[in-house]
């Protein structure tokens, strides 16, 4: 599976953005899919997991409420929109799929990463 993020950029505290991932590959409705972030200095953190049917979701408590992650296994995409993004969101985002069931946070779990997608969020 290969993936690739775009819809980052910079945006207003306050503000709202779409993240999409893109997969390749005839199997990507069986893999469980997840959101991560990296901010300078800091460790990659995980944001959100979808599960290969999209009926299991999980969120960091940090994202809970404002961040919505969804999946279209017709198109190969899994999406994280974003709404009250405030500076603390601001970091790289990556999308990262797991070939095996389970709902994890841990990014050793995930097989499978993209490049990412830079998220800035001014004051």
């Known amino acids: 599976v290969q993936l690739e993020e775009s819809g980052g950029g910079l945006v207003q505290a306050g503000g709202s953005l779409r993240l999409s991932c893109a997969a390749s590959?005839?199997?990507?409705?069986?893999?469980?899919m997840g959101w991560f972030r990296q901010a300078p200095g800091k460790e990659r953190e995980f944001v959100a997991f979808?599960?290969?049917?999209?009926?299991?979701?999980n969120y960091a408590d940090s994202v809970k409420d404002r961040f919505t992650i969804s999946r279209d296994n017709d198109k190969n995409m899994v999406y994280l929109q974003m709404n009250s993004l405030s500076p603390q969101d601001t970091a790289n985002y990556y999308c990262?799929?797991?070939?095996?069931?389970?709902?994890?946070?841990?990014?050793?779990?995930?097989?499978?990463w993209g490049q990412g997608t830079q998220v800035t969020v001014s004051l």
């Open positions: 990262a799929a797991r070939a095996t069931p389970g709902i994890t946070s841990t990014p050793n779990e995930y097989h499978y």
């Open positions: 590959g005839r199997t990507f409705s069986s893999y469980s």
């Open positions: 979808i599960d290969w049917r999209a009926i299991n979701t």
